[in-house]
């Protein structure tokens, strides 16, 4: 077993692995590290992931192994939990920012109930100009957590990082 | 413990099948906005279906996984209902199966979050975010394509005519399903038809659309009696796993 013994340098670690699909926000910026557990010969991290069937599970899988393995861990063993459910309220401010930085609206707002049908968009300014006339495209984007919106203003489409 | 597993499949099988003929409009959609909804909601449910085969397996305890029992079945192992098997057709058609299935699936998810089972509740609490998109999807376009053109309102009631016989089957709950109603662990598919119809009642009344009389049911496939379609779907989703089995990506 590697020297570091502390929850939060296994944190620090972490810090190292990003997102495969917003390159820009960690993991724990995502808020999908649900726990760190240093057992006495393996070292468990517990995540949640944002959507039944992303993808990037997975390789987030794989690059937490990868950065603990060069760290000197050798027994790492990633448990995924489904309860609580992932949501959008455990976005760190640091990676709303980053998100906005990147071109993609944060979450506005808590996440909510959005049985109500035709229940309006939220309304949501563009990244790019801040005009606040913009429409939403689709509710779906181009992965699972994100929708598409256009600017009416200055005609650019961009994501928005759906409530969930 | 073979309602519970056959119970699980069910769920499992539902998702995987629905998921896996949305997945065929990728590259097809009528406008790529819609392509990437049809195919985001693929994703959807066929990862759902991952989490309720990891379900399966360890309750089936014989060392399987969940590709096994995703690619190594066959048609008569199958226990989805025959509404998710049926064919794309238009786009029409995949907005009404879509719909029929939704409106089912959001109430009994909403059930299950109360399952004595601790995972299973897990898992229809994280699917449940994911399906309340889908139905809202769904009904949203039910009443474009209802309350649109004359083209658009001929396609939804073509599609009505031919997916309602396979909608009554939703709510005729198969043995396992009843079993499973009495150790707590599932839902009574009969009780979720009063919330199912008071949906489609109000979508149809704001889309122009009338809804059919009950009439006589197509069923079987909860039971592994399914139709023609279901063969070729599986020919083609297990052919890699089939000519290689065990291959990974």
């Known amino acids: 077993m590697h020297h570091i013994t502390t929850k939060e340098s296994i944190y620090k670690l972490l810090e190292q692995v990003f997102d495969p699909e917003v390159p820009v926000l960690t993991i724990l910026d995502l808020g999908i590290v649900r726990d760190v557990i240093l057992g006495k010969e393996v070292l468990e991290i517990v995540i949640t992931p944002t959507y039944s069937g992303c993808p990037a599970m997975d390789m987030i899988e794989v690059n937490i192994k990868a950065v603990l393995q060069e760290n000197g861990f050798e027994k790492i063993k990633i448990k995924t939990i489904l309860s609580p459910a992932w949501t959008t309220d455990w976005l760190s401010e640091d990676g709303k920012r980053k998100l906005l930085e990147y071109g993609i609206v944060p979450p506005m707002g808590p996440s909510k109930s959005k049985r109500a049908l035709f229940a309006s968009a939220d309304a949501i300014q563009c990244p790019r100009c801040n005009s606040a006339k913009t429409e939403m495209l689709s509710q779906f984007g181009s992965t699972a957590c994100k929708a598409q919106y256009r600017c009416n203003e200055c005609l650019e489409p961009f994501d928005y990082f759906k409530c969930h | ?249």
């Not at chain 2, 939704?102 to 399906?131: G, V």
């Not at chain 2, 997916?163 to 109603?181: C, K, M, N």
Request: net charge negative.
């Open chain 2, 1 to 249: 413990m073979n309602y519970k597993l056959n119970y699980i499949l069910h769920l499992a099988d539902n998702a995987l099948i629905l998921g896996h003929r949305l997945s065929e409009w990728c590259g097809h959609g009528p406008v790529l906005e819609q392509d990437m909804a049809l195919t985001n909601i693929a994703l959807d449910l066929v990862g759902q279906s991952r989490s309720l085969y990891q379900l399966a397996a360890s309750i089936q305890d014989e060392g399987k996984t969940e590709d096994d029992l995703a690619y190594f079945r066959d048609v008569i192992d199958f226990k989805n209902v025959l509404l998710v098997e049926q064919e794309n057709g238009d786009f029409a058609q995949t907005i009404l199966r879509q719909f029929l299935f939704d409106a089912y699936n959001f109430h009994l998810y909403q059930k299950l979050l109360k399952s004595s089972d601790k995972q299973l509740s897990a898992i229809a609490e994280k699917s449940l975010k994911e399906i309340t998109y889908h139905l809202r999807w769904s009904s949203e376009w039910v009443i474009r394509l209802g309350d649109g053109t004359e083209e658009s309102n001929r396609r939804i009631n073509e599609a009505i005519e031919a997916l309602w016989p396979y909608a009554g089957e939703l709510f005729i709950p198969a043995t396992y399903e009843l079993e499973a109603v009495k150790e707590g662990l599932g839902v009574d598919s009969a009780s979720l038809k009063e919330l199912w119809s008071t949906e489609i009642k109000n979508v149809f009344d704001e889309a122009n659309l009338e809804v059919p009389e009950e009439s006589w049911v197509q069923k079987g496939g909860k039971n592994g009696i399914h139709t023609e379609k279901l063969g070729f779907l599986l020919a083609e989703m297990q052919f890699l796993q089939r000519a290689y089995p065990g291959q990974e990506w």
